[in-house]
């Protein structure tokens, strides 16, 4: 038997109501580890929700890698690069893509009769992966994208359809200028999107990549260049290797030069604040356990205290002072237990309250979203568990060494 573990659960388990001071204490203890829990739980929620929430907005409309034109990187201008067939079959081929699509940028301006706006038309191909696109739609459908013939669809943003009074079914002109040629086309706006990215919604439009290819002058299977998704983000840099390895440096039908970059990479403004988000986590988790950490320590301590006369008695019993410092460290243990429940129940149902119902609204024009975005990692919570019960143990085996400082013949004296 497990002599301080029985003597623990005794002292945890008795409904002495003449302990009138360890009972707010072991309460306070409780909430303290519960609370600071509970927190920590929300925290590494958001970020993580933050994180990929923005960074799928970002891969959804800009990919996880893009194969160009080496000029296009260093150019304001769209350059040219031939993509065939088996270039797109080498690009797919590619360890950790998982998808390959083409796609050509053309630049606008969009003319009402009382507005006009500059733009990027992206053209893209029924290959293209709508699944983001889809998500994103708020009004009319998705047009059946083509790369050999067009019937001009477009697809424009929330914010676009709000500043030139644009709605699903209407048409508007569209037009372009290039070494003093001005060509006109007329498109008609099939669907709107919002993503609540400020950088996408104010500049990009969809089209068909047949007609961009048109409008820049290009044609058979020139176009501004290929997007590449990957299996796993986290292997992301990995398979960028992977992509300068087999098609980097290389040279196209034309004698373009190929190059690759990935949305780490074409966004850093955006990737270097979410990983400034990461530093606030530490933060908040550090102070979180500190919290729970000094509240056990007090509460251990007038417990301790409070048992003086018991802990004598056992002395006299034979007991040494490493059984009884283990006996404590077993009671703080289940208060430490009863806390991280507590903190369980609260951190994962506000999670999930805000999952359901987005109760937490934010502005999208700062955050890039309209609702705080929650994403539930359970082997994370089970770590933050975890580490939580072991760091509040640690701590408290300093203020455990007390109940050598009791001495037999004084303790039992002890009222």
Same mark, same amino acid.
């Given at each position: 038997?497990?002599?301080?573990?029985?003597?623990?659960?005794?002292?945890?388990?008795?409904?002495?109501?003449?302990?009138?001071?360890?009972?707010?204490?072991?309460?306070?203890?409780?909430?303290?580890?519960?609370?600071?829990?509970?927190?920590?739980?929300?925290?590494?929620?958001?970020?993580?929700?933050?994180?990929?929430?923005?960074?799928?907005?970002?891969?959804?409309?800009?990919?996880?890698?893009?194969?160009?034109?080496?000029?296009?990187?260093?150019?304001?201008?769209?350059?040219?690069?031939?993509?065939?067939?088996?270039?797109?079959?080498?690009?797919?081929?590619?360890?950790?893509?998982?998808?390959?699509?083409?796609?050509?940028?053309?630049?606008?301006?969009?003319?009402?009769?009382?507005?006009?706006?500059?733009?990027?038309?992206?053209?893209?191909?029924?290959?293209?992966?709508?699944?983001?696109?889809?998500?994103?739609?708020?009004?009319?459908?998705?047009?059946?994208?083509?790369?050999?013939?067009?019937?001009?669809?477009?697809?424009?943003?929330?914010?676009?359809?709000?500043?030139?009074?644009?709605?699903?079914?209407?048409?508007?002109?569209?037009?372009?200028?290039?070494?003093?040629?001005?060509?006109?086309?007329?498109?008609?706006?099939?669907?709107?999107?919002?993503?609540?990215?400020?950088?996408?919604?104010?500049?990009?439009?969809?089209?068909?990549?047949?007609?961009?290819?048109?409008?820049?002058?290009?044609?058979?299977?020139?176009?501004?260049?290929?997007?590449?998704?990957?299996?796993?983000?986290?292997?992301?840099?990995?398979?960028?290797?992977?992509?300068?390895?087999?098609?980097?440096?290389?040279?196209?039908?034309?004698?373009?030069?190929?190059?690759?970059?990935?949305?780490?990479?074409?966004?850093?403004?955006?990737?270097?604040?979410?990983?400034?988000?990461?530093?606030?986590?530490?933060?908040?988790?550090?102070?979180?356990?500190?919290?729970?950490?000094?509240?056990?320590?007090? $509460? /251990?301590? %007038?417990?301790? !205290?409070?048992?003086?006369?018991? @802990?004598?008695? #056992?002395?006299?019993?034979?007991?040494?002072? +490493?059984?009884?410092?283990?006996?404590?460290?077993?009671?703080?243990?289940?208060?430490?237990?009863?806390?991280?429940?507590?903190?369980?129940?609260? $951190? /994962?149902? %506000?999670?999930? !309250?805000?999952?359901?119902?987005? @109760?937490?609204? #934010?502005?999208?024009?700062?955050?890039?979203? +309209?609702?705080?975005?929650?994403?539930?990692?359970?082997?994370?919570?089970?770590?933050?568990?975890?580490?939580?019960?072991?760091?509040?143990?640690?701590? /408290?085996?300093?203020?455990?060494?007390?109940?050598?400082?009791?001495?037999?013949?004084?303790?039992?004296?002890?009222?």
């Amino acid at each position: 038997m497990n002599f301080p573990l029985f003597i623990a659960r005794k002292i945890y388990g008795e409904d002495d109501n003449r302990r009138q001071v360890s009972r707010p204490a072991i309460r306070i203890a409780t909430i303290g580890v519960a609370v600071g829990l509970a927190v920590m739980i929300v925290t590494v929620s958001v970020v993580l929700g933050f994180k990929h929430t923005i960074r799928d907005k970002v891969a959804g409309f800009g990919s996880h890698i893009q194969v160009e034109n080496i000029g296009s990187f260093t150019s304001a201008a769209s350059l040219p690069v031939c993509i065939g067939d088996s270039m797109m079959q080498v690009l797919s081929d590619i360890d950790g893509v998982s998808h390959a699509q083409r796609f050509t940028n053309a630049e606008g301006i969009l003319k009402t009769d009382n507005d006009f706006l500059g733009v990027a038309f992206k053209g893209i191909a029924q290959e293209y992966d709508t699944t983001y696109l889809s998500q994103c739609l708020v009004e009319g459908q998705l047009p059946q994208f083509c790369d050999s013939a067009t019937k001009y669809p477009l697809l424009i943003s929330q914010a676009m359809a709000q500043k030139l009074r644009l709605g699903v079914g209407d048409r508007v002109f569209a037009y372009f200028i290039s070494d003093d040629d001005v060509r006109t086309r007329r498109f008609t706006v099939t669907g709107i999107y919002a993503t609540n990215m400020k950088r996408f919604d104010d500049l990009v439009c969809l089209t068909d990549l047949y007609a961009t290819q048109r409008l820049n002058g290009w044609s058979g299977d020139e176009c501004t260049g290929a997007e590449l998704l990957v299996d796993d983000f986290s292997r992301l840099e990995q398979t960028s290797l992977n992509v300068v390895w087999q098609v980097g440096r290389t040279l196209d039908a034309d004698g373009n030069t190929f190059a690759s970059q990935n949305i780490l990479e074409a966004y850093p403004q955006i990737f270097s604040w979410l990983d400034l988000l990461d530093v606030n986590v530490w933060i908040i988790l550090a102070l979180m356990v500190a919290v729970a950490g000094f509240t056990m320590i007090s $509460g /251990l301590l %007038i417990i301790i !205290l409070e048992r003086t006369q018991m @802990i004598g008695i #056992l002395k006299a019993l034979g007991a040494r002072n +490493s059984t009884i410092r283990k006996t404590f460290l077993w009671f703080a243990t289940f208060i430490i237990g009863r806390g991280l429940l507590i903190g369980n129940l609260l $951190g /994962l149902g %506000i999670v999930l !309250l805000q999952q359901y119902t987005g @109760i937490v609204k #934010l502005d999208p024009q700062t955050y890039y979203v +309209s609702e705080a975005p929650m994403e539930l990692n359970l082997p994370l919570v089970l770590l933050l568990n975890v580490a939580t019960l072991l760091i509040c143990v640690f701590v /408290l085996i300093a203020p455990s060494y007390l109940v050598s400082r009791i001495h037999p013949a004084r303790s039992m004296r002890y009222e």
